[in-house]
């Protein structure tokens, strides 16, 4: 079936470094989304990437969609203790995503930033 | 708008006994997905609704676990008997099934500890 898989699984950082994480799907992607989790929340959403090669920013966070649509990434610029928590990737799983809406999550990239 | 509800946020049960998590999902939403999140195995699909029908519950790990959803704006998760490797935080998710978003919405989660 699907899989998702993210890199790294887990990212330290000090406050004002960047950030990055990384999402590949073993079969080609109608969309991305993104999620983020704060510790002890709930995965919230961040945003969704149709187009291939496309890119969105949202303030510091950049998102990119590969050319081929099984591959995407998160970029965080200038990190900010904000900014803790577990970054999801997601992608629409099979026929059920298609016609329901169901994802495959990855492992998530859960991110400490040091004051 | 209030979100997805659910209830109880967290639950201790002692081994054997039955635990019905319950869920309400955004009103107008039709889809709906309950998940399971442990450390080891990260965020997995249990089963999933549209329109009230249950469409796949390939992801429920045991005949223990039952779901139902008797209307559009009420779910269940059932455990019976629980065991203590069920522990874990479920969520339940919804979103609308006919926009072209993917964005599912998280409810707060139940945390489950079977002892």
């Known amino acids: 079936g699907q899989q998702v898989m993210q890199i790294p699984q887990y990212q330290h950082v000090q406050e004002g470094e960047d950030f990055t994480t990384y999402c590949n799907s073993s079969t080609t992607l109608s969309n991305i989304q993104w999620y983020k989790q704060r510790p002890g929340g709930h995965p919230v959403f961040l945003i969704q990437?149709?187009?291939?090669?496309e890119v969105k920013k949202q303030k510091r966070l950049t998102f990119q969609f590969g050319e081929a649509k099984k591959n995407s990434s998160l970029h965080i610029t200038a990190t900010q203790t904000t900014d803790v928590g577990t970054y999801f990737c997601?992608?629409?799983?099979?026929?059920?995503?298609?016609?329901?809406?169901?994802?495959?999550f990855g492992q998530g990239t859960i991110l400490t930033v040091h004051p | 708008d209030a979100g997805v509800i659910q209830s109880p946020r967290h639950e201790v049960t002692e081994m054997g006994q039955e635990v019905t998590l319950r869920c309400k999902p955004i009103?107008?939403?039709?889809?709906l997905f309950w998940y399971r999140q442990t450390m080891m195995r990260g965020l997995e699909l249990l089963i999933y609704f549209n329109n009230n029908v249950p469409i796949d519950d390939s992801g429920m790990p045991e005949d223990r676990f039952s779901a139902k959803m008797p209307n559009a704006s009420f779910s269940t998760l059932k455990i019976q008997p629980s065991e203590p490797r069920d522990s874990a935080v479920y969520f339940c998710?919804?979103?609308?099934?006919?926009?072209?978003?993917?964005?599912?919405?998280f409810g707060p989660g139940t945390r489950l500890t079977v002892t």
């Open positions: 990437l149709v187009k291939s090669g």
């Open positions: 998710a919804s979103k609308w099934n006919w926009d072209r978003s993917y964005e599912q919405y």
């Open positions: 009103s107008g939403h039709n889809s």
């Open positions: 997601a992608g629409p799983a099979g026929a059920g995503g298609t016609s329901y809406g169901k994802l495959t």
